[in-house]
């Protein structure tokens, strides 16, 4: 339960200040019984709520996919490019959202696919957490068809934790073990590209699944087996799934069902 002025706020409508006048000047129902106190309380998975005939929707916790566009940096604010905050819709862009709406797992700026935005906290940390283990999964095109040979040879560096090499001011570390590579069928390839921006014939790629997150550790790990990740798609994070009829740069709000999958 939490008061009605405080709800309010976080959907948008001002200080709490501003509530009170809000409620002393409109028509603000909950299931249909006029409130003047602030300190009303409201159930937001339960009630309804109404201002001047408006059904308003209360969210406990907002979760959004987005399918990221390149060229879109993974932040509230930058200088020089548009971010993927800037594709959200006003009604997103609320002073409480402002402060609370974060990424759950960021992507480089050339780097498309799944992005998950949330108000909660305590799934964030599940997510990102080192201790979670959650599985991430990427698509690469590559710059160089792999042997039949080379590609077992790979499959057994990254299930053992490969040594990645340094770059920028992060050192040479080596990953994790688990890590799994798979070679993607031509039907598969079309169907990863899906909405993407990549519009060029693919003759390399792979599916790469990943339990940590270290600096542009997917481009290092194939840089490390003499090969180049040239496009690079994230297609899933844990059991959620990139839905494929978002096109590049557009979302769409998770009901609880899917959110579901990510706490499995």
């Known amino acids: 339960m939490q008061r009605i002025d405080k709800l309010l706020s976080h959907e948008g409508f001002g200080s709490r200040k501003d509530i009170k006048r809000l409620l002393r000047s409109n028509e603000v129902f909950v299931n249909g019984n006029q409130i003047f106190d602030p300190g009303f309380l409201v159930n937001p998975e339960a009630d309804t709520l109404q201002i001047n005939g408006e059904n308003i929707d209360l969210h406990q916790h907002i979760y959004l996919m987005m399918n990221k566009i390149e060229n879109t940096v993974s932040s509230n604010k930058d200088g020089e490019h548009e971010t993927v905050f800037d594709l959200l819709e006003e009604k997103y862009h609320t002073p409480y959202l402002e402060e609370h709406l974060h990424l759950s797992g960021r992507l480089d700026i050339d780097t498309e696919g799944l992005l998950f935005f949330t108000t909660d906290g305590n799934l964030t940390h599940k997510l990102i957490s080192p201790k979670s283990h959650v599985n991430k999964t990427y698509f690469c095109v590559l710059e160089k068809t792999e042997s039949d040979e080379h590609k077992k040879e790979i499959e057994k560096l990254f299930a053992q934790g490969i040594i990645i ?50 600096y542009h550790q997917v481009k290092r790990m194939f840089r490390a087996v003499n090969n180049k990740v040239i496009y690079l798609k994230r297609i899933s994070m844990g059991k959620l799934t990139l839905n494929s009829s978002l096109k590049a740069g557009e979302y769409m709000e998770l009901d609880k069902n899917t959110v579901g999958l990510l706490f499995e």
């Not at 909405?195 to 339990?211: F, G, P, Q």
């Open 165 to 214: 090499p340094a770059e920028d001011n992060e050192p040479e570390t080596k990953c994790m073990e688990g890590a799994s590579v798979k070679w993607p069928s031509s039907e598969e390839i079309k169907k990863y590209l899906v909405n993407s921006s990549w519009k060029e014939k693919v003759e390399a790629a792979a599916l790469l699944t990943i339990c940590e997150g270290k």
